[in-house]
Nanobody
Framework: QVQLVESGGGLVQPGGSLRLSCAASGIIFSIYVMGWYRQAPGKQRELVADITSGGRINYADSVKGRFTISRDNDKNTVYLQMNSLKPEDTAVYYC???????????WGQGTQVTVSS
């Protein structure tokens, strides 16, 4: 059974930082493309960042220079370090795992990030 479990969300003031974690089980983590998506109220889910098995990284323009995605294949975990947070970063953040050979994907349950003073 595949599980992606996110943690690290919460309430933070503008300019603050949070680190999200996503622990995966039930998959061969090292071969998957791991990503973070977010969905704000009334908006479509959007890609924040993803990282391939080889370490190639892609960021949404809105988070470049502020967010950093990384993965630890020994711990089956992907991280999202979020700095200089803005109110517009407020959303539910979801972890995603994609198997490259057939694009089979899995989703976590999401973690809420709220940026507000």
């Amino acid at each position: 059974q595949v599980q992606l479990v996110e943690s690290g969300g919460g309430l933070v003031q503008p300019g603050g930082s949070l680190r999200l974690s996503c622990a995966a089980s039930g998959i061969i983590f090292s071969i998957y493309v791991m990503g973070w998506y977010r969905q704000a109220p009334g908006k479509q889910r959007e890609l924040v960042a993803d990282i391939t098995s080889g370490g190639r990284i892609n960021y949404a323009d809105s988070v470049k220079g502020r967010f950093t995605i990384s993965r630890d294949n020994d711990k089956n975990t992907v991280y999202l370090q979020m700095n200089s947070l803005k109110p517009e970063d407020t959303a539910v953040y979801y972890c995603n795992a994609v198997r490259p050979r057939d694009s089979r994907d899995y989703w976590g349950q999401g973690t809420q990030v709220t940026v507000s003073s």
